[in-house]
């Protein structure tokens, strides 16, 4: 059994998160260990759009997942949501950049 839950990966850009939770967030994906209401939600500083965070993801997944073990339509469906934060680009946030990260978190 699995619970719906939000995924928050610190530091989405970087590498830890794209050679080793992305690719493991993946296989428990295609495992049917993750609940299809779970949303991974990346937080960077680095200021990219979702699209090109996606493309960045992908491409550090299927580097690190065996060619004949990644598919294409597992990887479409995986659960997730925002990719970036606003706030995360900056050293001290503000009230109204929390405010914009939990608006884009709640949907």
């Known amino acids: 059994m699995t619970i719906p839950c939000d995924i928050l990966v610190f530091g ?3 590498d830890l998160a ?3 939770l992305l690719p493991a967030l993946y296989h428990l994906y295609r495992e049917a260990r993750l609940n299809n209401a779970v949303r991974i939600i ?3 500083r680095r200021n990219i ?3 090109e965070y996606l493309k960045l ?3 550090h997944c299927r580097a690190q997942i065996a060619r ?3 598919d294409e339509d597992i990887w479409q469906r995986l659960p ?3 990719t970036t934060s606003p706030w995360m680009h900056r ?3 503000t009230s109204a950049a929390w405010r914009a990260t939990w608006a884009n978190l709640a949907g």
Request: glycine share 8%; proline share 4%.
């Open 91 to 93: 050293k001290a946030p």
């Open 80 to 82: 997730r949501a925002s």
């Open 42 to 44: 990346a937080l960077a």
């Open 12 to 14: 989405g850009t970087g």
């Open 57 to 59: 993801a992908e491409r």
């Open 49 to 51: 759009s979702r699209n």
């Open 18 to 20: 794209l050679h080793k």
């Open 68 to 70: 004949n073990d990644f």
